[in-house]
């Protein structure tokens, strides 16, 4: 028999006997030994899934620096010393070094930890297949290793075909939901949504249908700021931002005069900013306009499909809303809610730490007092807040409305338990927003240099976060 059949053999083998689980990490050690791209994804999975992450690697990408920087994460700067894959529920082997990751692998096996070793499929006792979770479903793809790429593809198909309605998985979900009762009333399938008599659920009801009933109980919810939360499962979580807009349009007793296309666009960018600065991915869009329905209302809804395309949201049903039939409308009256969802890594709330700086992007204008454009180069853009969410050594984005930037930086370090040394500026900091022209954040010190030259629009330090200072009580 040759050497390369013989090695086929072993590696059906080797295939054929993996046994498919999940493991519950809520509180164990893990230790990932390396810094690198590959160790943040590692360690993102490992911190939702509730683990206790100690990081070891000389140099570690700067997310992980702030990870450790907050408590998050442990981390030793340092290279790999024997004894480090024996601690710890399971070892991740993520160096840039095959030979390193083998001797990682070789100890964690002697003491008996699972190991995940990042460029060895057969090297593994664990391996980490492409998953997604919805409700009580969780769906993971596995090629044991050969093709991780085609894992994932394989896997965000599936997951859109649950979200958006297709018919691969229609029989599959149907009959494993329909043999678990306790899930609840809800039932959803891949092609459509369903209801108890099997009666087929428009796109549009999809979200009631999914929060009180396929769960099967009352969701967490919560208020974050002029957010609400809703936390669908352990790896999702919806969040919703609303506004409201009057006395701005082309009606008789409108005081600002402005375009219909203009009001939709600034209608909808108060809470599609908020969303995004919370780290969520907006999803769909629900507008309530007090006008009749007609050529000036369209225009309004075109002036927010045309916003909300910049950030991809295209898709016709992510849009819904009323207007006003009944009575003589003579002033324009706009309510706008949108809902993004995001994982719960992401949805972080007072990251801010003492020393990092308070900085606002964009300045603050308001009609009537200033003719409001949306080129105006001096309001942020929606694409400079996307940009600053990724950023490494930003935290805590807040876009600015009419209660003023003093008031917002307040409520930023409110929320942080710390306070705002404020900084001499040539703005008016109890100014209106308006509809969030301008956006606070906190940045580390070094990073500045690089935010204030990538950003189109003008960025202004205007304090600092320092430590609160603890009231005496007298005795």
């Not at 229609?170 to 899930?183: V, Y």
């Not at 600034?266 to 050529?295: D, Q, S």
């Not at 801010?352 to 454009?373: E, F, I, Y």
Request: hydrophobic share 40%; proline share 6%; charged share 20%.
């Amino acid at each position: 028999m040759s050497k390369s059949k013989n090695r086929e053999e072993q590696g059906e083998s080797q295939e054929s006997s993996i046994y498919p689980a999940s493991l519950r990490l809520q509180g164990r050690p893990c230790t990932v030994i390396g810094g690198g791209v590959i160790a943040v994804r590692k360690v993102e999975s490992l911190l939702a899934a509730g683990a206790k992450v100690r990081v070891i690697s000389p140099a570690a990408q700067e997310w992980l620096l702030e990870l450790a920087e907050r408590g998050t994460i442990d981390y030793e700067a340092r290279p790999y010393l024997p004894g480090d894959a024996a601690r710890g529920f399971l070892v991740v082997a993520a160096t840039n070094q095959r030979e390193v990751n083998r001797q990682i692998a070789a100890e964690a096996e002697r003491h008996e930890r699972f190991v995940n070793v990042v460029d060895d499929p057969d090297g593994c006792s664990l391996q980490v297949p492409a998953s997604f979770t919805m409700a009580h479903l969780t769906v993971s793809i596995s090629t044991h290793g050969r093709d991780p790429k085609a894992a994932k593809h394989l896997k965000d198909v599936l997951a859109q075909d649950l979200t958006q309605g297709s018919s691969v998985f229609a029989k599959a979900s149907r009959a494993w939901l329909e043999s678990h009762p306790d899930i609840g009333s809800g039932r959803f399938t891949s092609s459509a949504w369903v209801d108890e008599d099997h009666e087929t659920v428009p796109p549009k009801e999809r979200l009631h249908m999914f929060v009180p009933n396929v769960l099967g109980q009352r969701p967490a919810v919560r208020a974050c700021r002029d957010l609400t939360c809703v936390s669908l499962t352990s790896h999702h979580t919806l969040v919703a931002a609303c506004d409201a807009l009057a006395g701005i349009g082309q009606l008789l007793m409108d005081t600002v005069r402005a375009r219909p296309e203009v009001v939709g666009h600034f209608a909808l960018r108060v809470p599609l900013l908020e969303v995004i600065a919370a780290g969520a991915t907006p999803f769909l869009v629900i507008h309530n306009l007090g006008v009749p329905r007609g050529a000036y209302s369209d225009a309004i809804v075109k002036g927010m499909h045309d916003l909300a395309a910049t950030v991809g949201l295209t898709n016709p049903d992510s849009f819904n809303g009323s207007t006003e039939d009944n009575v003589t409308v003579e002033q324009t009256g706009v309510g706008v809610t949108v809902i993004g969802n995001t994982t719960n890594p992401q949805l972080q709330w007072a990251s801010s730490q003492p020393g990092h700086l308070l900085v606002l992007a964009g300045l603050p204008k308001s009609a009537p007092k200033v003719d409001v454009r949306m080129d105006d180069p001096e309001i942020v853009s929606v694409a400079d807040v996307q940009w600053l969410r990724r950023q490494p050594g930003v935290f805590d984005i807040v876009p600015v409305g009419s209660r003023g930037i003093r008031s917002e930086g307040k409520e930023l370090a409110k929320s942080a338990r710390l306070s705002v040394k404020w900084f001499s500026v040539p703005i008016d900091l109890d100014a209106s927003g308006g509809p969030s022209t301008c956006v606070l954040f906190a940045v580390l010190p070094d990073r500045l240099p690089h935010t204030a030259q990538t950003m189109q629009t003008p960025v202004t330090v205007i304090g600092c976060l320092c430590e609160r200072k603890r009231e005496r009580h007298g005795g």
